[in-house]
């Protein structure tokens, strides 16, 4: 395997760090090197930022349907490298290959022509008010440079979450992607360079997040933070901000709780439970990695997913019949580990919890898919974000206590309910603190869908033309057009 070399990407040209510091990025499911990486410095920081403030008149300047079809554009270019990109954020990552083919480069392909179209439409509005010698209206205009932090468990739809709505509507930014996962994020320059992007526009600066995050986050030019990541690292950023009183975007960490009726279709919800949680190896902020089950039906629900489990092929993420990949890296797969053994001494615990045995996986992190049973809601399984393939079922009787476990958390990003009595699924979702319901389904993206989060969670809103307000800000003018003094005095 050949070792490809990433730079940074700062005012349209790639770069070395000025520190001149690279690291190699390993393939977490076999420890190969699959590339060296530069990794900037907050002197990096400042030159993107002043690159990107540099940028930002004519950009905002432009008509939103130049820049949209400068997204447009993108988009069409990053699909027809789809393979290269799939194979690289599988290699990066350790996702299967049939999801980035599948998922991560359609679903941001998908993301990129949204945004580029939603760039079109006119955010502004007029008001009415009581004297018809004034006029008021609204404008939603841009922040100018915005910072753009990264997690690593969806890298590519990561950058183009974040990149996307901010470009579409004027800003100008900094994106940096998490340290684990640089790969695609700073491929993507390449394709936005292509389409067109003047340079400046998106600067991509590789780093750790005490360095290179820390250093956007509290950089006086840069007007809102756009985060995605953990709770506690949030929390840090917004410390950070306060310095500044710098506008936040922060969607956070989850403990998303998947209700299952007694009376749900059974196929559907053993399918969407574990979907729910399994989907990208349980490193999903929106994972439904707490499944309440109605208590008449929990023992058999829970014999039904432990063969459904059991059932999934957990491989080589380079083969194409493989269901799971690689955790993420050495520590992140320890980490999961702890908290099985957590779970051991707190519950019952019913398949999984180990590394699959054989040579294919001598040399990855993998971890077969875990179910614990018998898990009440305060137990730490329970509670904390474990980001793993690790599912905590608890039992509950009736919709009353299923809303009370549910809401007992934190977080509030997802849930879900299964059941086939609408009436019930209204109630509860209603009910439900958390900013998105499925109800029979999971994980479902689409561009136009809004995402929420609420609680510990966040207190943001993603995707969809909310999203795209989120990286404007609100004007209001009230214009005198009488053409006559208001002599107050
Ligand atoms: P993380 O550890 O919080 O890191 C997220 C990003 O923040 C990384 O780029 C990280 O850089 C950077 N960072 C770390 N410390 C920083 C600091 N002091 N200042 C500025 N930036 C800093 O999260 P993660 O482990 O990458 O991702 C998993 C978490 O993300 C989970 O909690 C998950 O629920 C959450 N998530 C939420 C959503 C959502 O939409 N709500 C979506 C996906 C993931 P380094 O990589 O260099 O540490
Ligand atoms: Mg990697």
Same mark, same amino acid.
């Given at each position: 395997?050949?070792?490809?070399?990433?730079?940074?990407?700062?005012?349209?040209?790639?770069?070395?760090?000025?520190?001149? %510091?690279?690291?190699?990025?390993?393939?977490?499911?076999?420890?190969?090197?699959?590339?060296?990486?530069?990794? !900037?410095?907050?002197?990096?920081?400042?030159?993107?930022?002043?690159?990107?403030?540099?940028?930002?008149?004519?950009?905002?300047? +432009?008509?939103?349907?130049?820049?949209?079809?400068?997204?447009?554009?993108?988009?069409?270019?990053?699909?027809?490298?789809?393979?290269?990109?799939?194979?690289?954020?599988?290699?990066?990552?350790?996702?299967?290959?049939?999801?980035?083919?599948?998922?991560?480069?359609?679903?941001?392909?998908?993301?990129?022509?949204?945004?580029? @179209?939603?760039?079109?439409?006119?955010?502004?509005?007029?008001?009415?008010?009581?004297?018809?010698?004034?006029?008021?209206?609204?404008?939603?205009?841009?922040?100018?440079?915005?910072?753009?932090?990264?997690?690593?468990?969806?890298?590519?739809?990561?950058?183009?979450?974040?990149?996307?709505?901010?470009?579409?509507?004027?800003?100008?930014?900094?994106?940096?992607?998490?340290?684990?996962?640089?790969?695609?994020?700073?491929?993507? !320059?390449?394709?936005?360079?292509?389409?067109?992007?003047?340079?400046?526009?998106?600067?991509?600066?590789?780093?750790? !997040?005490?360095?290179?995050?820390?250093?956007?986050?509290?950089?006086? @030019?840069?007007?809102?933070?756009?985060?995605?990541?953990?709770?506690?690292?949030?929390?840090?950023?917004? %410390?950070?901000?306060?310095?500044?009183?710098?506008?936040?975007?922060?969607?956070?960490?989850?403990?998303?709780?998947?209700?299952?009726?007694?009376?749900?279709?059974?196929? %559907?919800?053993?399918?969407?439970?574990?979907?729910?949680?399994?989907?990208?190896?349980?490193?999903?902020?929106?994972?439904?990695?707490?499944?309440?089950?109605?208590?008449?039906?929990?023992?058999?629900?829970?014999?039904?997913?432990?063969?459904?489990?059991?059932?999934?092929?957990?491989?080589?993420?380079?083969?194409?019949?493989?269901?799971?990949?690689?955790?993420?890296?050495?520590?992140?797969?320890?980490?999961?580990?702890?908290?099985?053994?957590?779970?051991?001494?707190?519950?019952?615990?019913?398949?999984?919890?180990?590394?699959?045995?054989?040579?294919?996986?001598?040399?990855?992190?993998?971890?077969?898919?875990?179910?614990?049973?018998?898990?009440?809601?305060? +137990?730490?399984?329970?509670?904390?974000?474990?980001?793993?393939?690790?599912?905590?079922?608890?039992?509950?009787?009736?919709?009353?206590?299923?809303?009370?476990?549910?809401?007992?958390?934190?977080?509030?990003?997802?849930?879900?309910?299964?059941?086939?009595?609408?009436?019930?699924?209204?109630?509860?979702?209603?009910?439900?603190?958390?900013?998105?319901?499925?109800?029979?389904?999971?994980? +479902?993206?689409?561009?136009?869908?809004?995402?929420?989060?609420?609680? %510990?969670?966040?207190?943001?809103?993603?995707?969809?033309?909310?999203?795209?307000?989120?990286?404007?800000?609100?004007?209001?003018?009230? +214009?005198?057009?009488?053409?006559?003094?208001?002599?107050?005095?």
């Amino acid at each position: 395997m050949s070792v490809r070399r990433f730079r940074l990407f700062v005012n349209g040209r790639y770069c070395p760090g000025q520190e001149g %510091q690279t690291v190699p990025c390993t393939n977490p499911a076999n420890g190969e090197v699959v590339a060296e990486v530069a990794v !900037g410095t907050a002197a990096d920081v400042d030159r993107a930022v002043e690159a990107a403030d540099r940028a930002f008149p004519a950009w905002a300047d +432009m008509s939103g349907e130049q820049r949209g079809r400068i997204l447009i554009r993108a988009a069409e270019i990053l699909g027809r490298r789809a393979k290269e990109f799939a194979e690289l954020e599988m290699l990066d990552v350790g996702k299967t290959i049939s999801d980035t083919t599948n998922i991560d480069v359609p679903v941001s392909v998908n993301f990129l022509q949204w945004y580029g @179209r939603a760039a079109l439409d006119n955010l502004g509005e007029t008001i009415p008010i009581p004297n018809p010698k004034q006029f008021d209206f609204s404008l939603r205009q841009p922040y100018g440079v915005v910072g753009l932090i990264a997690p690593w468990n969806f890298p590519l739809v990561n950058a183009v979450l974040k990149s996307g709505p901010a470009l579409a509507v004027g800003n100008t930014a900094v994106m940096k992607p998490a340290s684990w996962t640089p790969l695609t994020t700073l491929l993507i !320059g390449e394709v936005f360079a292509e389409a067109g992007l003047p340079p400046g526009v998106l600067n991509i600066v590789n780093g750790s !997040g005490g360095v290179v995050g820390e250093a956007i986050c509290a950089h006086p @030019r840069v007007r809102k933070i756009f985060f995605t990541g953990s709770t506690e690292v949030g929390r840090r950023i917004l %410390q950070v901000a306060s310095r500044n009183v710098t506008d936040t975007s922060m969607e956070l960490g989850g403990k998303s709780p998947n209700i299952i009726f007694a009376d749900a279709d059974w196929d %559907q919800a053993v399918a969407g439970a574990a979907f729910g949680i399994l989907l990208n190896n349980g490193q999903n902020c929106i994972a439904g990695s707490r499944l309440l089950v109605e208590r008449e039906i929990h023992d058999q629900f829970v014999a039904a997913l432990v063969s459904k489990f059991k059932s999934i092929r957990i491989g080589d993420p380079a083969d194409k019949s493989s269901q799971l990949g690689a955790i993420v890296s050495e520590s992140h797969y320890r980490t999961i580990m702890e908290y099985v053994e957590i779970g051991k001494e707190e519950a019952r615990l019913e398949c999984g919890g180990k590394h699959p045995p054989g040579e294919a996986f001598s040399k990855g992190w993998f971890i077969e898919p875990t179910l614990f049973s018998n898990v009440s809601n305060d +137990m730490r399984i329970a509670q904390e974000e474990i980001f793993g393939p690790v599912l905590a079922v608890i039992p509950f009787a009736g919709e009353d206590e299923a809303v009370a476990i549910a809401n007992d958390t934190i977080y509030g990003l997802g849930s879900g309910v299964f059941t086939t009595d609408l009436a019930k699924a209204h109630r509860v979702l209603r009910r439900l603190e958390a900013g998105t319901v499925y109800v029979n389904t999971y994980n +479902m993206v689409y561009p136009q869908a809004p995402f929420p989060s609420w609680k %510990q969670s966040g207190n943001a809103v993603e995707r969809g033309l909310h999203g795209l307000l989120e990286n404007t800000r609100f004007k209001n003018v009230i +214009m005198d057009v009488s053409g006559q003094p208001i002599d107050f005095f």
